[in-house]
């Protein structure tokens, strides 16, 4: 298992590295663009929102993702795994189950994001209203 584990390494540091000058090192800022707002619309309760938000990296060094949160269990976000390069888009995905908010009600709920930008945390916002 141990083998196994630097085996995974060795491979995953050797293609990384086969890249040229994509290689990540600490401390690398980038900037990205992204939409920071989904309007969900007029949704029916119980229904499940996704939201996709557009991402591009308008920097010199690839974006990496940290950790993404919600902000409460009803709101579940992914992020992209791998880094984006300069250049690159890629897209944040959330979903939001309205099964427990209340008809005919406005709903924001807010994703915040982690990256290796500045400022390094981004907040997303969901907005719709629930019939």
């Known amino acids: 298992m141990k083998m196994m584990r630097y085996m995974i390494l060795f491979l995953s ?22 939409d920071k707002i989904y309007d969900a619309g007029t949704r029916v ?7 996709v938000f557009n991402i591009e990296n ?9 950790e993404i949160k919600g902000s409460c269990s009803c709101t579940v ?28 009600s406005e709903i924001s709920k807010y994703v915040t ?8 945390r981004v907040t997303l916002k969901i907005k719709g209203k629930i019939k």
């Not at 308008?58 to 940290?66: A, Q, R, S």
Request: aromatic letters at 4%.
């Open 58 to 66: 308008t920097g010199d060094y690839p974006l990496v993702f940290g």
């Open 113 to 120: 994001v982690l990256a290796n930008t500045e400022p390094n």
């Open 77 to 104: 976000a992914d992020k992209p795994e791998a880094p984006i390069l300069p250049g690159e888009k890629g897209v944040i995905t959330a979903k939001v189950d309205t099964e427990k908010f209340r008809s005919n």
């Open 45 to 51: 309760k119980g229904e499940v929102i996704e939201a």
């Open 13 to 34: 540091l050797s293609i990384i590295g086969c890249e040229g000058n994509n290689e990540l090192e600490v401390g690398q800022k980038t900037t990205m663009t992204i």
